[in-house]
């Protein structure tokens, strides 16, 4: 009895695996940490921030394009194809650099609230939101000329930004276990609701056909909330150590990117979000982007170097070793 269980869960469980895997890698190299990365579906170009520059890869032929240098603690990447406009959070400038998307040239630098994280841009508005780390806040730039609309209070740290395309925009906030409804064009918070029992929400996707956000949170669950009734209606296990959540409307899949190594999938099952496969990735790669077009994920990563010795009980941090920046590519 206990071989047939045996073999019936081996069979189940490779039935429910979705064939994901480490594809390659895109070799970038240079210094300096990392944060978000996004995909240009329009243009076909992944744009992923390293230290003070945004590097600019050809999502087709995985090679460098270009790099945009000389920002700020770069953190988040937005883009309005329709406007041939980018738009980057520095951090510890306070400020967004406005890029032209086929040039790479600098168009423009408004200032925003402190600490600008996250950025999302609002289509319907033709608004960029930056979600502000330290002043608790966001900051409405006007794409199409680059002025400042208003900065409006969040009530809670907030960290990663959704839109859905018809108005409004979802923020995770961190420190209240909350997720955020935004109306873009007030601006100001229409509506919040706990992610209880999931806790400090990093990574944030939205499934704008079926009306659903997908938080990842610190204690190792995927808060899954129904935006009609912002209320939570999964929590399914994923890795230790998420940061980033995507989500791609051609296959359903869900993604959670685990700072252990791990990027967990989750999908509706029966009428239920479970996980449903986990991919051995690389430690440290935390932050990624789903690509519609080819059904694939990037993850930023880098090599490491052993650990240094533990001083007064505390371990050393891994350092990351030179010129090792790399994007994971994972796919079918």
């Known amino acids: 009895m206990k071989k047939l269980l045996t073999a019936g869960l081996l069979i189940a469980t490779a039935f429910a695996a979705e064939g994901y895997k480490v594809l390659n890698k895109i070799k970038i190299g240079g210094a300096g940490g990392w944060d978000y990365v996004a995909v240009d579906n329009t243009n076909r170009r992944i744009y992923a921030s390293h230290g003070t520059s945004v590097e600019v890869i050809d999502a087709d032929a995985g090679k460098v394009l270009g790099t945009i240098p000389q920002l700020h603690g770069v953190h988040g990447i937005a883009i309005a194809p329709e406007l041939n406009k980018g738009f980057i ?190 991919v051995p990735t690389e430690r440290g790669a935390r932050t990624m982007t789903v690509d519609p077009k080819l059904h694939r994920v990037y993850l930023l990563a880098a090599e490491y170097g052993p650990a240094p010795e533990a001083k007064e009980g505390k371990k050393g941090r891994p350092p990351v070793l030179p010129d090792s920046f790399h994007i994971l590519v994972v796919g079918k």
């Open 89 to 278: 959070s520095n951090g510890q400038s306070n400020s967004v650099t406005v890029f032209d998307l086929k040039t790479l040239a600098k168009l423009g630098e408004p200032a925003t609230g402190q600490n600008p994280d996250a950025i999302c841009y609002e289509p319907k508005t033709q608004r960029v939101f930056t979600f502000n780390g330290r002043s608790n806040d966001s900051t409405a730039i006007d794409a199409k000329t680059n002025e400042i609309v208003a900065t409006f209070p969040l009530n809670g740290k907030p960290e990663f930004c959704v839109v859905d395309g018809a108005g409004k925009i979802y923020n995770n906030l961190e420190d209240k276990s909350e997720v955020i409804e935004i109306d873009a064009a007030k601006p100001s918070v229409l509506r919040r609701t706990s992610l209880a029992p999931g806790e400090s929400p990093s990574g944030l996707a939205i499934d704008v056909k079926n009306k659903k956000l997908f938080s990842v949170c610190d204690n190792k669950m995927m808060a899954v909330t129904d935006i009609a009734t912002m209320k939570v209606i999964a929590t399914p296990a994923i890795g230790a150590g998420p940061d980033a959540a995507g989500f791609d409307p051609g296959t359903g899949l869900a993604f959670s990117s685990n700072g252990e190594g791990t990027l967990t999938i989750v999908k509706l099952v029966n009428g239920k979000y479970e996980a449903v496969d986990t």
